[in-house]
């Protein structure tokens, strides 16, 4: 080896050191300076790459990257890098033929399947998404990442089934993973399976007791049961922390006004009206009034919302109601 490579892959392997602790500005100096000694020293190249990465500076990543891919390119440590800087980019679909091309080296790679599976989802392509699912979980089925990378996508893509298998796995390895917890619960929640998300979301809150996503779940599985004061509580409790939540605050109000407390139900659709437009507060507030026979006000809600959405269906039904109740 001659000195100059020599002198090229020592500094890049100081640069390495500090990248792996997090000494960006010494890495990026090391990587330079063996760049300027021999500028085709693959360590550099890709050091510089990945450093430019680890600070999101995704451009320059692709940069050097490109530099090495110009004289190897089935170099593989480039090839993923230049997946991972067009995903930082948010140029996903240009991401997915460089790690399709590095997994032809490294066939393995269970994360970077899981990042395909993702690509090809958010580009709309379930299929090709659940192909590398399925293959990152044949490959790597007893690691973690894998498991959670892949359950959450097959969560976000409605695969319920897959999902929940994906998470009973995860749970046999870490029982109080508050986040799997979780998704398992909203999934059964959303299939009506109440008794199940219920386990799901008490384990949840026995590890973190004031857990939103938890509460929130609970107030859910509570309305589907028909228990409408038991789901209030939880969701009330959430809006102690979260009081600009205005879903939830707007909920809160339907559910008052379903058990016929109108006046408690104004409140709280009064307090969402005041963190902004919501045509559901509105709607709210409309069969608030018209409850109490003040059609002009019920009137003045449901106009309101056709002003900002003329199409909007149900406060024209809601506006025919309240017409015809005042004779028109």
Not at 12 to 25: Q, V
Not at 101 to 123: G, T
Not at 180 to 202: F, K, P, S, T
Request: hydrophobic share 35%.
């Amino acid at each position: 080896m001659s000195d100059k490579h020599k002198s090229a892959a020592e500094l890049s392997r100081h640069g390495n050191e500090c990248l792996r602790k997090k000494l960006y500005w010494e890495a990026e100096k090391s990587f330079l300076e063996a760049h300027r000694v021999d500028p085709r020293n693959a360590y550099a190249l890709v050091g510089l790459g990945n450093l430019y990465c680890a600070v999101r500076n995704y451009g320059q990543a692709h940069i050097f990257y490109q530099k090495m891919l110009d004289i190897d390119p089935a170099n593989p440590f480039s090839l993923k890098g230049m997946g991972d800087a067009f995903r930082g980019m948010q140029e996903t679909e240009k991401s997915i033929p460089y790690w399709l091309r590095y997994l032809e080296h490294k066939r393995d790679d269970i994360h970077v399947m899981v990042r395909l599976a993702d690509a090809y989802m958010k580009e709309n392509l379930p299929g090709d998404a659940e192909k590398f699912c399925d293959m990152a979980l044949k490959v790597g089925g007893l690691d973690k990442h894998a498991l959670l990378g892949v359950g959450r996508l097959y969560y976000k893509a409605g695969m319920e089934v897959k999902a929940l298998g994906c998470f009973k796995s995860l749970l046999e390895f870490d029982p109080e993973d508050v986040a799997v917890l979780n998704m398992a619960g909203d999934i059964h929640q959303v299939r009506g399976e109440y008794d199940e998300a219920i386990a799901c979301y008490e384990k949840a809150l026995a590890y973190d007791p004031k857990n939103s996503i938890s509460q929130y779940g609970l107030g859910n599985c509570q309305r589907g049961l028909k228990n409408p004061s038991e789901g209030l509580g939880w969701w009330l409790q959430v809006l102690e922390r979260e009081p600009g939540n205005q879903q939830l605050r707007t909920r809160v109000a339907d559910a008052l006004a379903n058990m016929g407390k109108l006046d408690e139900a104004a409140v709280h659709y009064q307090m969402s009206i005041d963190l902004g437009h919501d045509p559901y507060a509105w709607l709210g507030m409309s069969r608030v009034y018209l409850a109490r026979k003040e059609y002009d006000q019920a009137e003045a809600c449901c106009r309101k919302i056709l002003s900002e959405s003329p199409d909007h269906e149900r406060a024209r039904e809601a506006l025919a109601e309240i017409l015809e109740a005042k004779g028109k």
